[in-house]
């Protein structure tokens, strides 16, 4: 009840700070919270990438399954802001799935969600975060994992397939023995993914290697599980350094991602998934993942 | 009930050295909801795969000689999964799976079946619109079941991930839905939701669920008898 008395109290703040009619997008920067999304469009036809993937599923994968995340993601957004305008505090309990800030932000000071936040901890916070599938921020995921798979794809008419040059190609050669050691991995790998997930070649930035991971449903590399601490002195929030025993590492990019849910190959390839691995190195965009690699190792 | 003869029938869970299942049924029965090319493939190839997986585990493994649903219990191994869980899981899910429909399936159940599931959810409205919901909520791979709780005492929706079923945690199937994208994507691409309404609405064998339902109630007391009184 204390906690209720507290947000009622702070609504006139909460509306003062969001002010009334200002724009989703605006009040959300200026917040410091997640802006809305929006569908990347393909770099190439969906026809592009045949044989290996059919246009077909390029078209149902962009158009309906990357599209839904980005929707629904949206949606989310929207109904959290409507529900903390209101002071509605069971509604932003509930809809805490899409409290999230800029993907890779560190940290988000949001002095005028401080006493709803309060509230929020009343109901640990925290266990929701172990059933994220079930939540918004799953969507958020799959939005930002689809739009790097895009670019990690490449019509063979304009080099996808090419295997990588210069430091990626060496640093291949030096974990991995060879090109051919690595694509084998990642088919193995990929192939034994029971259920949906991905399955990535990475770097790790501290470390500066190369590893191939898999992660389950719309997981990626970066953050299978990020905690978010809610600090009472301080009145922020706070991404807390993921677990590591349940994370693959704060420091991993991925370079390459293949997407093994079923309706990445299904239409095509039907329930042989290893013939969808071994055919989509044709159309992989090593240029992209060179470039990445060069990027973070600059 | 005219319909049983027509059940897509598969011998009942055997001991383990699983034998191949037979078939006794036209895989184009349950057109148009599902159709004869998704049950060909659901069946005579991922189902297939899961017992063939098993056994190839089974001719080297310790936990040879248990039932299925021994081994299934074994093998979940209290949340940390042994290699034989996933094959042993998924080889009793889409038995499980193909015995809960049948075709001129769904419509709605009739006496103690209805009475119980108006008893747990209020209607059996309430119930379609709780199974639907709860299959959209699933993200990724997995089932959505039609349990009797054990410890409740009554029946719920639940979904589960992957190869979970409802045995991990010690209640009872009642129905079970296949929710992995290979079960629907030829007939309805990523539209889940008229699959699953398909399913409720069309499909699922309330005459297998009354069965069920009598088996599970040897296992959990759902209520005093009527005894009369002299």
Known sequence: MAALRTLAASKKTLSLALGGARPLAAAAAARGVATTVSLPDLPYDFGALEPAISGEIMQLHHQKHHATYVTNYNKALEQLDAAV???DASAVVQLQGAIKFNGGGERSPSPSLGPVLLLCTRFTVFPFFWADDDADWAKFRGHVNHSVFWKN????????G????????????????????????????????QGSGWVWLALDKEAKMLSVETTPNQHRCLDMIRRLRISFQHRT????????LVTKGASMVPLLGIDVWEHAYYLQYKNVRPDYLNNIWKVINWKYAGE?????LA | MAASALHLRLLPSPPAGVQPQQRRLRSDALEPYMSRRTVELHWGKHHQDYVDGLNKQLSTSPLYGHTLEELIKEAYNNGNPLPEYNNA???WNHHFFWESMQPEGGGSPEGGVLQQIEKDFGSFTNFREEFIRSALQLLGSGWVWLVLKRN??????????NAISPLAFGDIPIISLDLWEHAYYLDYKDDRRTYVTNFIDHLVSWHT?????????????????NIPVA
């Open chain 2, 209 to 225: 669920v009354t069965l069920r339902m009598m088996r599970a109630e040897s296992f959990v007391n759902l209520g005093e008898p």
């Open chain 1, 153 to 160: 794809l490449k019509p063979i008419s304009e080099g996808g």
């Open chain 1, 292 to 296: 990445v690699y060069d990027n973070v």
């Open chain 1, 237 to 244: 929030l706070q991404w807390q350094t993921p677990d590591p």
């Open chain 1, 85 to 87: 305008s209101k002071g």
């Open chain 2, 89 to 91: 899981a998924q080889v």
């Open chain 2, 152 to 161: 409740e005492r009554k029946l719920a929706v639940v979904h589960t991930r």
């Open chain 1, 162 to 193: 090419e295997p990588p040059h210069g430091k990626l190609g060496w640093a291949i050669d030096e974990h991995f023995g060879s090109f051919e050691a690595l694509v084998k991995k990642m088919n193995a790998e990929g192939a034994a993914l």
